[in-house]
């Protein structure tokens, strides 16, 4: 199939199976963000903003994302800053993997008016794993950047 996806504003033009899994194609594409971890929806580690809704790209196929807006965490550069140093001040990051997933889950969190309340950070991580850091240092990067 012909497939028009629009990736952190950029348009792409490509041939695929339809029923190829959209975080192949955008690891495919360069956006390293996106992991591939349990390839069926359990780890977090393939958040992507699907227009603009928060989505494991390992769930979609290729055809569900035909003429949609995508955005990975390499298009949210300067809208995670200050969520970026706060991961990094606080030792939330061990091997890296499932960063990224944390980082849109815990930006979208941000941006739907999240507070500092350990318990509602926790319910909106829910659905990404971790295997390192026992999330105790994640969590309390969120909350130091919620307000």
């Known amino acids: 199939m012909q497939l028009n996806i629009t990736i952190n504003q950029k348009l792409y033009t490509l041939e695929c199976a339809a029923d190829k899994r959209a975080s ?27 227009n603009n809704k928060v989505v494991n790209a390992c769930l979609l196929c290729a055809l569900q994302i035909d003429n949609a807006q995508i955005t990975t965490l390499e ?13 990094i001040d606080e030792g939330a990051i061990q091997c890296g993997f499932c960063t990224p ?3 849109m889950s815990g930006y979208d969190y ?11 950070i926790k319910e ?19 909350k130091k950047v919620a307000k």
Request: hydrophobic share 35%; charged share 30%; with cysteine.
């Open 101 to 103: 997933g944390f980082m």
């Open 24 to 50: 192949e194609i955008l690891r495919e594409l360069g956006f390293i963000s996106v992991k591939e971890g349990c390839k069926s929806g359990e780890c977090g580690a393939c958040t992507i903003y699907l």
């Open 110 to 120: 941000l941006q739907n008016g999240g507070k500092a309340d350990e318990l509602q």
């Open 124 to 142: 909106a991580l829910d659905g990404n794993l971790c295997r390192c850091s026992g999330y105790k240092k994640i969590i309390k990067a969120i």
């Open 75 to 87: 298009g949210l550069k300067e809208e995670t800053l200050e969520l970026k140093k706060s991961f």
